[in-house]
Each structure stands twice: as structure tokens, then as C-alpha cells.
């Protein structure tokens, strides 16, 4: 990025030469000089650092913009909790938000959109807009190069090298578990990650961008010859911005969704270290030059900020009140259909609130991964005034197993289940919790539709263990909840049989359960009375079939053969005039869920709705 002055001035008096002389290249010729400080003056070197001050502007403006967002919505929730809300028709903002809702809620579906893991329209309507407001700036400002390479570096060369710099805090800001974005807006990290993904792309096209003119330029004035020497040249930035850009492609490449996916071991164990060697090298090639380095200090504040939030505070096992390097007791159990239960033993100061996850650590199957699980139930209500290390509360994870650690979890169950009774004890080392929901959706919304498929119960579940409670309480205006639930098999709705079944036998009129069966080939779902179910239950010891029949109280809800089309589905249970919609499960369901909810916006805009909310978790990201 730095401002040449020239060749060395070749031997003997070259003053007066002119500039179509070989020899007239260094400001020691006249004709040279002249014609070097008319290109500065025309396209100033140091005039090109503002374009990454723009692009500082431009991103911390739109962080701006969704801290009000996040304002008004808290100061919603507060008037949610002094004033009874009391039904009427559709206001303007209603309907405005309508359709915004329906252009940011639509997902495109494909085989492209998964390939590079495509956010809602909305969100890539946001994308386009940065990536318009980048390419303006790159491409919309003339000349792109100087008459000569030792007039200088090209000015479009060394924009676009500041602008992709000025990028980097956002990036590392954008991925951090504990950031300073998360604090100020409220959307979560995992939220917050497509985005990082996005942003990251932007920084290698202009990064690219950056490279070509330092390439072309000596290659039209001389050839190979002329680039070789320019590249090789004492204190020039071609030879010291080679490796980071290799780095950067090695990190962008790995990081599209379906490359990462399917190589996520390997994405996770270079990710971060390949990241740390750009930094560092990124310090290498800009040399200090004005305020490159200002950019890449505040990388390193954002990141170690984040790591020293996340280690001390959200980490359990090096939280500053509690005792270092000690896991939490757990204990494993293997249950129908390939999935895994986890109860964590957690210390009772430890709050989190429904739809919230964690990154468990299992040293038995490996020291250094972890990974994220939702927590499937809610804390101790209310919690213990005076805390005891005995008095201890359970936090329960369901784990479906995959591939790679969850697959592992289960054959470590399968191996000891003789001998523990299908279960076996660990330690867990528990990072979190964190995401969640910013909006009081008890207090604010009339229904609530649960949608989920398979383990994306555990999303699901502790919400509605938490809005019955907020009922119960009459802190709520809730007056139906409705859960969807499709598993592939009948024996899997045992998972969370237990905790469901008493939330619907106390709170009859309010909650009502769908049950689906996507395996049409499975046996037909029993439905009997409670006395029935508990005759059929398996002998212990022995492992049911994943397609085995099962029993299902009639009074808990409905069982259905074949997987529900969502756009049909949703529509007749939107009937109140507030509904939140809650989805997880697999990408093509919550795309599905989100067309949907896109197109029930349709309500709010002809007054049958005041307003439709939609809100999605996913299993992985």
C-alpha cells in the first residue's frame, strides 16, 4: 500500500532528461518529479485511507441503527408488563412492519442456497445494500491507476486495501460469543455469524481487488521482467501481502457452509489459528503506514476482550466465583432413536432463560472440542436466596447423534449401558449460557406455535414449560399455545413424553400438541390411557426398536402419519391477533416455517392480525 517514489536514479546526470528517457524514472530527473507530484495532486496517495474510515462509518452506523431497534423493543417489553393490551385493528406500523417482515422473513430454497448457506431476503437484501456501498467506492471513483507505477501505488489498489482493513475489527467482532455487538443490539452471536461469513467474503473480493492492480501495472509497463523486479524489491508490500491473502482464501474457502459442514473438524481446528497468522502477518504488510495499524489494534482489543468474557465469566470451569478446572457432574443416558440425554448438574447461581444454548466440553471423548446444545429445560423458579455447592439444579440436553462427537457421546453410552443401567456419569465443562430471545413473549403475544422437528424439541419444550408458568402466574396475556412436533419415529416422541405430559394435564385449555410421524413405513402410534402406557413400557434392559410402536395419551394431543406442508398448516392456526411463531429443526423445515410466516403477513395488511412474529434456532452454525 505504500506510496513509491521511483526507481533507483540511474548513474550519472539525469536532471534534465525527459520523461520519455528510460532513464527518467526517479524524482532525481525533473520531468519525473513534475509528473509524480501532478498524479499526488490529482489522486492524493494519503486521500485513499479515508476510504476505509467510510467503510468504519458505514458499519458502526448500521450497528447504530439496530441499537434503537433493540431500545424500542425493550422499552416494549416494559410497557408490556405495566398495561393490559387490549385487542383492536391494525395500525399503520403494523402493517409497515407487515411488510417488512415479509420481504426480510422469505428464505430462498436450492441447492445454491444451501451450498453457500443463504440468510433470510431480508438479511441479504442488507448484504446487497454493504456490498453496493463497497463496490461504489471501489469501482465508482477514477482513475484507477497512475500514469506510471513510481508515481505511486494504484489508487484503486490502495483503497481497497484499506477498506478490506477496516473490515477486520467488524469481522472478529461479528464472530466473538461475547461481543460488544451482542451487547448493544441484542441479536445473538449465532445470529450475528451469517453475517461474519458475509462480511468475510466482501474482504476477500477487495482484497483481490487490492492484489490485481499490482499485478497488471508492472506487467503492461514491462512485462515479467518489471514484475519480478517490483515484487522482489527491497521494502515493497507485493512480496508481504502474498501470504496473508493465501491465508484468507484457506479461511474464506474452508468457511462455505457446505465445505465447512462436511470437514467441520478441520474447519475447526485451523479456523482460529489461521486467523491469528493473518493478523499477525497483516501487521507485517501495511508497515505502520498512517493508521493501517489502528485497524488491526482494535482487532486484537475486540478479540481479546471476547476471549477474556468468554473464559472468565461465561465458562464455567474458569468462572471468576467458582472453583477453576473443575468440570460439572453429568449424567448420560441413551434414549430411542439415536438420541442422547445429558443432565448436567449445574450450581444453582446459574440462571438461563428458555431457548438458550451452551458449548459442552466432554473430556472422555475429546479435550478440545466442544460444541453447542440447547438447553431443554428451565432453571430453579424461583432461585435459592441463600446458595448452597449442595443444592444443585439440573440442566437437560438432548443430543441427536450425527456424526463426529454426538455419534461418539452415544457408543460411549451403548458401551457402559449394562453396567450403569443405559447410562453413565461424566464430567461436563459448560460454556455459556447464551442467545435467547430479547422480546417477553408471554406478555406480548396472544398465541404461541411451536414448531419442531425432531431434537428441536428442546428449543420448544422449556418455552412453553416457561410461558405456562407466566399463565399461571397471570403475568402473561397468552391464552393458546400449540406445539407441532415431527420425529421420524413413533418410539422417539418418548423423549420428552415425561415433561410434556404434566405441563398438558395442568393447563388442559391452553397448551394443545400435535404429534407427526414423517416414516410413514412405521408402525401406527397407540394412543391409550396413562394406565395402558405405562403396561407397554419396555422391559428394562432391553433396547426398543426405533420403529417400534409406542403409546400416547390420548389427552395429550394428536398423532398424525406423514410429514405436514407448513404453508397449509400454519394459516388456519393463526387466528389471534398477536402470534409468535417459534421454529427449529432442520434447514428445510425452518425455510418452510419462514416462507410461511412470510406469506401469513398477508393477515396483518388486510386486519386480521395485529401482528405475526416469527423466530427460528438452528442445530448448528
Not at 499485478?215 to 519480478?228: D, S
Not at 397448551?511 to 391409550?528: E, G, K, L, M, R
Request: proline fraction near 7%; charged fraction near 15%.
Amino acid at each position: 500500500m505504500s506510496m513509491s517514489m521511483g526507481d533507483s536514479p540511474s548513474s550519472g546526470n539525469v536532471t534534465g532528461l525527459p520523461l520519455s528517457d528510460p532513464r527518467c524514472n526517479s524524482d532525481a530527473c525533473d520531468a519525473f518529479k513534475e509528473a509524480h507530484q501532478a498524479s499526488q495532486a490529482a489522486v492524493s496517495y494519503y486521500h485513499q485511507y479515508d476510504y476505509g474510515h467510510y467503510t468504519t462509518w458505514y458499519y458502526l452506523a448500521a450497528i447504530g441503527v439496530a441499537m434503537f431497534v433493540y431500545f424500542y423493543r425493550l422499552s416494549r417489553n416494559r410497557r408490556a408488563h405495566r398495561q393490559a393490551r387490549v385487542p383492536g385493528k391494525s395500525t399503520v406500523a403494523h402493517k409497515i412492519l407487515a411488510l417488512v417482515r415479509m420481504v426480510n422473513y422469505r428464505h430462498f430454497k436450492g441447492r445454491v442456497a444451501d451450498y453457500f448457506g443463504f440468510p433470510s431476503l431480508g438479511s441479504l437484501t442488507f448484504i446487497a445494500v454493504t456490498s453496493l456501498f463497497l463496490l461504489l467506492m471501489t469501482f465508482l471513483v477514477h482513475p484507477y491507476y497512475r500514469g506510471r507505477r513510481g508515481y505511486g501505488s494504484p489508487p484503486l489498489a490502495v483503497r481497497t486495501g484499506l477498506m478490506a482493513q477496516a473490515l477486520t475489527p467488524i469481522i472478529v467482532a461479528l464472530a466473538g460469543k461475547v461481543n460488544f455487538i451482542t451487547m448493544l443490539t441484542g441479536i445473538s452471536h449465532e445470529k450475528l455469524n451469517v453475517f461474519h461469513r458475509w462480511v468475510s467474503y466482501m474482504c476477500l473480493f477487495l482484497s483481490i481487488v487490492h492484489t490485481v492492480p499490482f499485478i497488471v501495472q508492472p506487467l503492461k509497463e514491462g512485462g515479467p521482467a518489471a514484475l519480478r523486479k517490483q515484487y522482489y524489491k527491497p521494502g515493497g508490500m507485493e512480496y508481504t501481502g502474498t501470504p496473508p491473502l493465501g491465508i484468507l482464501v484457506g479461511i474464506v474457502v474452508l468457511s462455505i457452509p457446505w465445505i465447512r459442514h462436511r470437514f467441520y473438524t478441520l474447519f475447526y481446528r485451523l479456523h482460529i489459528p489461521m486467523y491469528v497468522i493473518y493478523l499477525g502477518l497483516l501487521f507485517w504488510h501495511s508497515k505502520q503506514e498512517e493508521d493501517s495499524w489502528v485497524y488491526l489494534y482494535a482487532t486484537l482489543a475486540i478479540w481479546l476482550a471476547s476471549c477474556l468474557g468468554r473464559f472468565f465469566y461465561k465458562w464455567q470451569t474458569f468462572h471468576i466465583f467458582r472453583d477453576w478446572f473443575h468440570g460439572l457432574p453429568a449424567r448420560v443416558e441413551e434414549l430411542p432413536g439415536g438420541m442422547t440425554k445429558v443432565t448436567v448438574l449445574a450450581p444453582p447461581d446459574l440462571q438461563w432463560k428458555p431457548g438458550q444454548h451452551v458449548w459442552l466440553r466432554l473430556p472422555h471423548l475429546s479435550v478440545l472440542q466442544n460444541h453447542p446444545f440447547t438447553i431443554a429445560n428451565l432453571p430453579r423458579h424461583p432461585p435459592p436466596k441463600a446458595i448452597s455447592d449442595s443444592d444443585l439444579q439440573e440442566m437437560i440436553f438432548y443430543v441427536r447423534a450425527h456424526h463426529g462427537l454426538t455419534l461418539d457421546l452415544l457408543k460411549s453410552v451403548e458401551k457402559h449401558d449394562v453396567a450403569e443401567n443405559r447410562g453413565r456419569s461424566v464430567s461436563v465443562h459448560v460454556d455459556g449460557p447464551y442467545g435467547g430471545i430479547v422480546e417477553d413473549v408471554p406478555a406480548l403475544y396472544e398465541s404461541l406455535i411451536f414448531v419442531a422437528g425432531g431434537s428441536g424439541i428442546s428449543v420448544c419444550l422449556p418455552w412453553i414449560q416457561y410461558a405456562a408458568r407466566r399463565v399461571t402466574e397471570d403475568s402473561a396475556t397468552t391464552k393458546h399455545i400449540h406445539l407441532i412436533w415431527m420425529v421420524r419415529y413413533p418410539s422417539q416422541i418418548q423423549w420428552i413424553i415425561g415433561e410434556l405430559e404434566p405441563l398438558v394435564n395442568a393447563h388442559p385449555d391452553l397448551i394443545q400438541v400435535d404429534f407427526f410421524i414423517t416414516d410413514t413405513s412405521s408402525p401406527a402410534v397407540s394412543s391409550t390411557d396413562s394406565e395402558k402406557n405405562s403396561e407397554g413400557e419396555t422391559t428394562e434392559g432391553s433396547k426398543p426398536s426405533e420403529k417400534s410402536t409406542t403409546t400416547v395419551n390420548p389427552k395429550l394431543g394428536q398423532v398424525h402419519t406423514g410429514r405436514p406442508y407448513l404453508p397449509n398448516l400454519l394459516p388456519p392456526l393463526l387466528t389471534a391477533r398477536r402470534s409468535f411463531i417459534l421454529g427449529c429443526g432442520p434447514e428445510s423445515l425452518r425455510t418452510d416455517l419462514a416462507n410461511s410466516a412470510s406469506a401469513a403477513q398477508k393477515k396483518v395488511l388486510t386486519g386480521e392480525a395485529d401482528i405475526i412474529t416469527l423466530h427460528t434456532e438452528s442445530f448448528g452454525w
